[in-house]
């Protein structure tokens, strides 16, 4: 059985997307067969492997909305074992359309259930907020990823998350787990992205992962290229932080 990991937070751009396109292209390279599930409105992972929204004539908004078979929204992509459901904005339409559905915030669970089961891993990327898409997102996890910029208030709004995956924990998904804490866009130069690792591991210990996701430029170019780094600049820093990061994980079993 394949291992679902929801890569969350409700603050926005803290890494959450580069994560999601990279750990996946990382797992991949490792031989694992990926699925890489974009349950964001912004889209920024499914542009970011080089699906194209002309393209992507199904999504996941057909998926969770229609309750369409999840093989119709299906993009292979440049990185071998690395498959991608896309997003779109109308997704953010799916935050109202899903309100009044039975069983609400398990319709992500229920319907790629069929699909997820034929990936060592899937990698779910959700939107900068707790709303009813991230919440999908963790009832259909078995654990959470939490990235933290390395920046001013990283810490702040963290319980916050920490509390909504203790209650879907009680009352959603009984197995959800912390998969672990990733510090992004580290600058070994500065003070502060020094002071919030340390302020990181102080909290969390163990469950911070000894890789560090450094502040790189090839990080921030790759995507408008459609291309995860691994592809775009495989042998930059950045690359081999995710590389890092999949063997940390593979590790963790
Ligand atoms: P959102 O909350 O909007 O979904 P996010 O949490 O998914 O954002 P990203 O989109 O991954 O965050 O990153 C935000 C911006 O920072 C992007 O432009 C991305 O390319 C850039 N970025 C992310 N990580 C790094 C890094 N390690 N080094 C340099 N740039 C980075
Ligand atoms: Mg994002």
Known sequence: MGKRIAIANQKGGVGKTTTAINLAAALAREGRRVLLVDIDPQGNATSGVGVSLEEADRTIYEILVDREAPAQALHTTDVEGLDLLPSDSRLAGAEVELVPVPRREHVLRDTIEPLAGRYHFTLFDCPPSLGLLTLNGLAAADSVLIPIQCEYYALEGLGRLLETVERVKESL?????LEGILL???DSRLNLSIQVAEEARHF???K????????????GEAPSFGKPVLVYDPHCIGAASYISLAKEILENG
Do not use: A, C, K
Not at 173 to 177: I, K
């Open 204 to 206: 969390f210990g163990q």
């Open 208 to 219: 911070v992962y000894q890789t560090l996701i450094p502040r790189n430029v090839r990080l």
């Open 184 to 186: 992004t866009m580290f």
């Open 173 to 177: 998904n009984p197995r959800l787990d």
